[in-house]
């Protein structure tokens, strides 16, 4: 059975202040891990989807990284309009994603 | 530029009613999803569907029924409802199971049963 762990559960940073979010992921042939942000209300929004260990991605502050054993989302300078909730999913061999249970970002001015 | 879309956004129910939740996307996506959220939990997978005339289980399948009759539709019906389908609903969809399937979400549908 797949397992996807965030965390920390909830992150509060001061603008500015970087810092990681993580992925801790048990799968059977991994297809692709996706990182999703999630406002208030919203559905979730996709922002990456990384397919092997050793690849990266960039959009903006967010950088994504993945090894065979976790995913970090790495917030470089964060504003407070990066607040949001992040999740992280996997989809194995089952040909569907299993989702974690999202990282609360808060991000202050 | 609708993507997926989701109707009602919210809705209240009493205990034994039945509803349907809309969802249609614009896409030409060939699977479509629906998912439950619940207050600070990840989302559980209820039903999907890999083309018109086919669907599946998910994880969270009971108390639930769904039909794809066309490739942009896939309703989603609440049967008897009950107290513990009090949730956030999401209808999503992506291309094809091929590697890196990369889903898209609606806005969703807020359900509370009373």
């Known amino acids: 059975e797949d397992q996807v762990t965030q965390s920390p559960e909830a992150l509060r940073l001061q603008e500015g202040e970087s810092s990681s979010l993580n992925c801790s992921y048990t799968?059977?042939?991994?297809?692709?891990l996706f990182w999703y942000r999630q406002d208030p209300g919203k559905g979730p929004e996709f922002l990456f989807t990384?397919?092997?260990a050793g690849e990266e991605k960039e959009k903006e502050r967010l950088k994504a990284t993945l090894t065979k054993k976790e995913s970090f989302l790495h917030i470089t300078a964060p504003k407070p309009e990066d607040s949001a909730t992040y999740l992280c999913a996997v989809e194995g061999g089952g040909s569907r994603l299993t989702f974690g249970e999202g990282t609360q970002l808060t991000v202050n001015p | 530029n609708a993507g997926v879309t989701q109707t009602p956004k919210f809705r209240i129910l009493k205990i034994g009613q039945s509803m349907t939740l809309q969802c249609t996307q614009d896409?030409?996506?060939?699977?479509m999803y629906w998912y439950r959220q619940d207050p600070g939990m990840g989302l559980k997978l209820i039903y999907y569907s890999v083309g018109a005339g086919i669907t599946d289980k998910g994880e969270v399948p009971n108390g639930y029924n769904v039909s794809r009759s066309t490739t942009e539709d896939f309703p989603l019906r609440l049967e008897l409802a009950a107290p513990s389908q009090t949730s956030v609903y999401f209808c999503?969809?992506?291309?094809?199971?091929?590697?890196?399937?990369?889903?898209?979400f609606g806005e969703g549908s807020w359900l509370t049963v009373v």
């Open positions: 896409m030409n996506h060939n699977y």
């Open positions: 799968v059977s042939g991994l297809r692709g």
């Open positions: 990384l397919y092997s």
């Open positions: 999503a969809s992506s291309m094809s199971t091929g590697f890196g399937n990369t889903i898209y």
